[in-house]
């Protein structure tokens, strides 16, 4: 099961990877706010006969003149580090370049030749999506998308987004976004109930849900779509694999009065 993304697409170049050698197609490089391209690496099976191709759509600053910025590169490269290297990799002072995303993805094929599958190697998947939404005067929105499969019944992934205020860098939180955190969480468990058709009054956990203690809660991971607020629940967060992903949806001018940044 894939996972889904929630806004904009992007504009995309491509950097060709082999496991031996290095290939590069045309590299067509925006430099204005953000530079932005794709990735690609093929792995192969043990008799060379199947192969997947892994990618890394990406997107980052350049350059970082701003505060916001920089946090914003640094959360994509902690992404794109674990991501690829499951968490093995350095993340201290590492500048973002087309040739990062190449060798990420070079360390990635490194650990799947490095693994023992005996006589059946399982090839390894790898997608990873980074979009960026600069268009507003206060804040930034930074989205990153990672699905994996190293083996066993179906691969994982997630998606996050991140919003920072771009006078301090700061990134903010549900109670950093939203003045009254009892108020907003009401509304969402009125919509999350709406959502699937619960009711006032069924208990959540009966219903299949995972609610610590059995009490509805927003979690930080919301975006701004359109005129609404999304808040994406991954798959194991609140339900098993098999439920996906939860999206949950609340229109803007309901909750309008609540929203401490100008949007």
């Excluded at 799947?112 to 979009?131: A, P, Q, S, V």
Aim: proline letters at 3%.
């Amino acid at each position: 099961m894939k996972i889904r993304n929630l806004f904009f697409g992007l504009t995309i170049s491509s950097m060709v990877v082999s496991c031996s050698t290095t290939k590069t197609a045309v590299i067509e490089t925006v430099i204005s706010p953000t530079v932005n391209g794709k990735a690609l690496l093929p792995l192969y099976s043990e008799d060379m006969k199947d192969s997947s191709l892994c990618s890394i759509d990406y997107r980052y600053f350049y350059p970082t003149d701003q505060a916001y910025k920089d946090t914003v590169n640094k959360k994509i490269v902690q992404f794109t580090s674990l991501l690829t290297q499951f968490d093995r990799a350095k993340l201290n002072g590492i500048k973002l370049s087309p040739q990062f995303f190449k060798a990420q993805l070079d360390s990635f094929a490194a650990i799947y030749l490095l693994e023992d599958f005996g006589e059946n190697r399982m090839r390894w998947e790898l997608e990873g999506m980074i979009e960026i939404d600069d268009t507003r005067t206060e804040i930034v929105q930074l989205q990153t998308t990672g699905w994996t499969y190293t083996g066993g019944a179906h691969g994982n992934g997630a998606t996050y987004t991140y919003i920072f205020e771009k006078k301090t860098g700061k990134e903010l939180k549900l109670e950093d976004f939203f003045s009254n955190k009892k108020e907003i969480t009401a509304i969402g468990e009125s919509y999350f109930r709406k959502l699937y058709g619960l009711g006032d009054n069924p208990d959540l956990n009966d219903a299949g849900f995972w609610f610590e203690e059995n009490v509805f809660y927003l979690n930080n991971n919301f975006s701004i779509v359109g005129e609404s607020i999304v808040f994406l629940y991954n798959s194991y967060e609140i339900a098993p694999y098999s439920g996906g992903q939860t999206v949950l949806e609340i229109p803007i001018e309901e909750i309008k009065h609540l929203i401490k940044v100008n949007l």
